[in-house]
């Protein structure tokens, strides 16, 4: 059974069809690239998968259940993870404590007066930064970070949910290119260790073809293409509208 299934998924503003009846699925242990040209409506399906929108039509199920129109946390709360192109974490608090925070969420504790949150779930916290090679900065505020650093520590708090299916959008914007094949790499390797699912945007090419399981393309709101990296790469049309005869 595929981790996710996306059957005709429509989404208009005004007059303005941003997705139109798009079908795709993503299974466990692969990482599926959703790429396109700007305004081709890939962060709008993002944001339906994620809860964010509602689709006007069509079905989003998760493990056979559907999760049509819940809400961003009811996603979250059934296993799928988030990263953003904009880093979201709190810059006032450490490296460990915005670890530390997610993980609270995860186990049902943010709303405990009892304890600290920095004395809660440390060795946890630890492990997922160590994963993402944050450790040596656990003491660090964020608000000093590198823009790479804050990425692979954003990738940390969306694992401490533990999610089977994590959605990356556009996760090395911003970044250098060694950055960037260095973030896609760990997310590589997470697929295949924890047998998850990834479904991620990204602009670079580079990037996409060579960490890609398979890749599916939108224009316009549509689906205009979908295979292995390949076979999208010869397609006429992507080149013609996306990747032109450079790739």
Same mark, same amino acid.
């Given at each position: 059974?595929? /981790?996710?299934?996306? @059957?005709?998924?429509?989404?208009?503003?005004?007059?303005?069809?941003?997705?139109?009846?798009?079908?795709? !699925?993503?299974?466990? &242990?692969?990482? #599926?690239?959703?790429?396109?040209?700007?305004?081709?409506? $890939?962060?709008?399906?993002?944001?339906?998968?994620?809860?964010?929108?509602?689709?006007?039509?069509?079905?989003?199920?998760? *493990?056979?259940?559907?999760? %049509?129109?819940? $809400?961003? @946390?009811?996603?979250?709360?059934?296993?799928? &993870? =988030?990263?953003?192109?904009? %880093?979201?974490?709190?810059?006032?608090?450490?490296?460990? !404590?915005?670890?530390?925070?997610?993980?609270?969420?995860?186990?049902?504790? #943010?709303?405990?007066?009892?304890?600290?949150?920095?004395?809660?779930?440390?060795?946890?916290?630890?492990?997922?930064?160590?994963?993402? &090679?944050?450790?040596?900065?656990?003491?660090?505020?964020?608000?000093?970070?590198?823009?790479?650093?804050?990425? =692979?520590?954003?990738?940390?708090?969306?694992?401490?949910? $533990?999610?089977? /299916?994590? #959605?990356?959008?556009?996760?090395?914007?911003?970044?250098?290119?060694?950055? =960037?094949?260095?973030?896609?790499? #760990?997310?590589?390797?997470?697929?295949?260790?924890?047998?998850?699912?990834?479904?991620? %945007? *990204?602009?670079?090419?580079?990037?996409?073809?060579?960490?890609?399981?398979?890749?599916?393309?939108?224009? @316009?709101?549509?689906?205009?293409?979908?295979?292995?990296?390949?076979?999208?790469?010869?397609?006429?049309?992507?080149?013609?509208?996306?990747? &032109?005869?450079?790739?």
């Amino acid at each position: 059974m595929s /981790l996710l299934e996306v @059957r005709g998924l429509s989404k208009a503003f005004g007059g303005v069809r941003a997705v139109a009846n798009v079908t795709f !699925e993503v299974n466990a &242990g692969e990482l #599926l690239a959703l790429i396109g040209p700007n305004g081709a409506g $890939k962060s709008t399906c993002f944001n339906m998968l994620n809860g964010q929108l509602t689709p006007d039509a069509g079905a989003i199920a998760f *493990e056979g259940q559907s999760i %049509t129109g819940m $809400k961003p @946390r009811q996603v979250w709360r059934r296993g799928v &993870g =988030r990263t953003f192109q904009i %880093t979201a974490t709190f810059s006032s608090m450490t490296v460990r !404590e915005n670890v530390q925070v997610a993980l609270l969420s995860h186990h049902g504790r #943010l709303k405990s007066l009892f304890t600290r949150a920095c004395d809660q779930f440390v060795d946890e916290a630890n492990a997922l930064l160590e994963r993402v &090679g944050m450790r040596p900065q656990a003491e660090r505020p964020c608000s000093v970070l590198a823009y790479g650093d804050l990425k =692979r520590l954003e990738l940390a708090v969306a694992l401490a949910n $533990k999610p089977r /299916l994590l #959605l990356m959008d556009e996760p090395t914007a911003g970044m250098a290119p060694k950055e =960037r094949i260095a973030l896609m790499a #760990l997310a590589a390797d997470i697929v295949r260790t924890d047998n998850i699912g990834v479904l991620f %945007t *990204e602009h670079d090419m580079d990037v996409v073809f060579a960490h890609a399981s398979r890749m599916i393309v939108l224009n @316009r709101g549509e689906l205009i293409a979908a295979g292995a990296p390949a076979a999208v790469r010869a397609d006429p049309e992507v080149q013609r509208i996306y990747l &032109g005869s450079r790739h």
